[in-house]
């Protein structure tokens, strides 16, 4: 526990945390997963793979899952996962449509800290998001602050609710519908 709350704040410029989110963030974050059909699945800001393992416990056999990360520090936790659905990029999220083809995934869920992200970066990424979920797909996000705006003018719909972690956290769920 130590040891992990260490690799968090070592690298706070990147994580934006003191230490991992809530197990009540992780079971909420990934409510959209549905082991009932194969989905493409994408985590951006995987860390120490808390969210990505109930992911992988949700995830149907044939779903594919592909995690983000760009802190070295978070690779051999990451690394020790066994599972053949599970695919870590070593890149920044910024590169994510360099993957996949556009409208072609379900499910994007991120720990990215985009409260410390340029505004324009911000914004690039979320389009890219955007024009790679299909129709029906959805993005989730959590922050510690209220930040509709974010989201708002890219998205189709947007809900929020709060969640118990410290600190409380603001999950954003984030709808494609056309
Ligand atoms: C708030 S932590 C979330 C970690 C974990 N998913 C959780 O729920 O606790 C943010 C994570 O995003 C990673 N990160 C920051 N910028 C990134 C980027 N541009 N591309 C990929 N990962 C990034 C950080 O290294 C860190 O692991």
């Not at 974050?29 to 949700?58: D, F, M, W, Y």
């Amino acid at each position: 526990m130590i040891s992990k709350a260490l690799s968090y704040i070592k690298n706070i410029k990147t994580t934006g945390a003191i230490y991992e989110s809530s197990r009540f963030v992780s079971r909420n974050i990934t409510n959209e997963i549905n082991n009932h059909k194969p989905q493409i699945v994408i985590e951006l800001g995987a860390g120490s793979g808390n969210i990505t393992e109930r992911i992988l416990s949700k995830l149907h056999p044939d779903s594919q899952l592909f995690c983000f990360e760009i802190e070295p520090q978070f690779y051999a936790k990451l690394e020790n996962i066994k599972d053949s659905r599970f695919h870590l990029i070593k890149e920044s999220a910024a590169d994510v449509t360099k993957y996949f083809d556009l409208s072609s995934v379900d499910v994007i869920i991120s720990g990215l800290p985009l409260s410390l992200f340029d505004d324009s970066d911000r914004r690039q990424l979320l389009n890219d998001c955007y024009s790679l979920l299909k129709k029906g797909g959805v993005f989730r996000q959590f922050l510690y602050s209220l930040q509709k705006n974010y989201f708002m003018p890219i998205f189709d719909r947007m809900e929020t609710s709060l969640e118990m972690n410290l600190p409380p956290a603001v999950l954003y769920s984030c709808y494609k519908l056309n």
